[in-house]
């Protein structure tokens, strides 16, 4: 698959690299398995001095030797003497740094709290001691979010406040979405465009797995989901259980439920018989997998709030695949898929709205977007996009169908919603599948 955009993260990158050349400069990349990061910093480092090394989880002194030879082989330097630690290794890069500029690459960064911990506070140290007159421009990369979070964000940590820039790598925004599907299925259908982004959420494993596989409409995708050995049906357990360690069966019966549109706390705690508040917050603040919702308007400290996940593809794991676990476990794979088809429509009606969503983000029109519902969820609207300096708004509904959407029972809903905003200049607006 050709390297699709990423270009503001490159030119961010390669300023960094200009930088180093100056004075050290040591950045930290995050963002969730598969989204790209590997690639994308290998991209950013072609053509010039820079060792790449991902960090096993092994003995340290056989990791260490590892690197060594790729010292070597990628910056084509001599190196003398044995080196049983990473602390000596590192102190070896800074002091060759004061007189040889070049980019260090460490991926799996987080993996040196299961090899060695004290290794970042043997950083910190050596960072501090050698960072004037260094030119390195150090880049530690890792997956697992809430480890480089703390590793980094946390006042107690060694490394915090040592980083001089933070990138926090996102999926594919929906313009590359499209570039991707006319590239390789130029007379795709919305559904299939659809299908894709429900899947793969932007998400550059997931995209360039289906493109290797050919899967571009909605029946062959689904194929490719529930194949024999498909690699998508580990997925969500090969993405998350080092996030969650041994608390997963907690944090993966919360998310099934969101999944599953239990998006209220009290209707999971009903169903689950624990209280799950701290669980929640991890999962917000400290795994970013999730994010709470209020109606557009509604003080931050109103009590009516609903969960989702953020990420497509998780999303659709956690209510099709580790919902019907037991059925895959016995290969019985048709009849997943089965249910999939029976409940497409619904469920695709959802990642539609959160389509049409992305859309107006992206156009940067608005300053504040959004879902609106009243009390006992009455009168909810899909979408609200408010122009706070034009003074103008756009009241959305969305439906598969275009047929199914009726404006005059979207503006009978908004008038609790209007009444406060009579200066506003309102576009009652209806996206269908036919709008994508």
């Not at 989880?57 to 990473?86: D, H, Y």
Request: with cysteine; aromatic share 12%.
């Amino acid at each position: 698959m050709k390297f699709y955009n990423r270009e503001k993260e490159l030119s961010l990158l390669e300023k960094i690299r200009n930088r180093a050349l100056k004075s050290a400069q040591m950045s930290f990349v995050v963002g969730r398995r598969r989204i790209g990061k590997t690639t994308l910093l290998v991209k950013s480092a072609e053509n010039t001095e820079c060792v790449y090394f991902f960090v096993a989880r092994k003995n340290e002194a056989l990791l260490c030797e590892e690197l060594i030879e790729v010292i070597r082989l990628q910056l084509n330097v001599e190196v003398f003497g044995t080196f049983k630690s990473f602390k000596e290794v590192f102190g070896y890069l800074m002091e060759l740094s004061k007189t040889k500029h070049f980019t260090l690459i460490l991926d799996e960064f987080q993996e040196f709290l299961s090899i060695n911990p004290s290794v970042y506070s043997d950083m910190q140290n050596i960072w501090d001691k050698h960072k004037e007159g260094s030119r390195i421009n150090l880049i530690l990369c890792g997956s697992v979010y809430s480890l480089m979070k703390h590793i980094f964000e946390n006042s107690k940590e060694p490394l915090f406040g040592r980083a001089t820039q933070r990138i926090h790598l996102k999926a594919f925004d929906l313009s590359t979405i499209k570039e991707i599907m006319k590239d390789h299925n130029p007379n795709h259908t919305n559904e299939d465009l659809l299908a894709f982004y429900m899947i793969t959420g932007g998400v550059a494993k997931y995209v360039e797995q289906l493109i290797a596989a050919e899967a571009y409409t909605f029946n062959s995708i689904l194929d490719e989901i529930f194949s024999f050995n498909s690699i998508f049906i580990n997925e969500g357990q090969n993405v998350l259980i080092d996030e969650f360690g041994k608390e997963y069966g907690n944090y993966f019966s919360i998310l099934s439920l969101i999944a599953s549109s239990k998006t209220s706390r009290v209707n999971m705690e009903s169903i689950l018989e624990i209280p799950i508040g701290g669980f929640l917050d991890r999962l917000e603040y400290d795994y970013g997998l999730i994010r709470r919702v209020r109606s557009i308007f509604a003080k931050p400290t109103s009590r009516s709030v609903k969960y989702q996940i953020h990420d497509n593809f998780l999303n659709f794991w956690f209510r099709f695949i580790y919902k019907y676990r037991s059925t895959i476990e016995i290969g019985n794979l048709d009849y997943v898929k089965d249910i999939v088809n029976r409940d497409y429509k619904v469920y695709s009606g959802r990642i539609l709205e959160k389509y049409f969503t992305e859309i107006l983000i992206e156009s940067g029109d608005y300053s504040q977007i959004g879902t609106y519902w009243e009390k006992a969820n009455k009168n909810e609207i899909d979408i609200v996009a408010v122009n706070e300096r034009k003074k103008k708004m756009v009241i959305a509904e969305v439906k598969r169908q275009s047929k199914n959407i009726s404006i005059p029972e979207l503006q009978e809903k908004s008038k609790s919603l209007i009444r406060e905003f009579s200066n506003y200049k309102t576009e009652y607006i209806g996206f269908s599948m036919d709008d994508m």
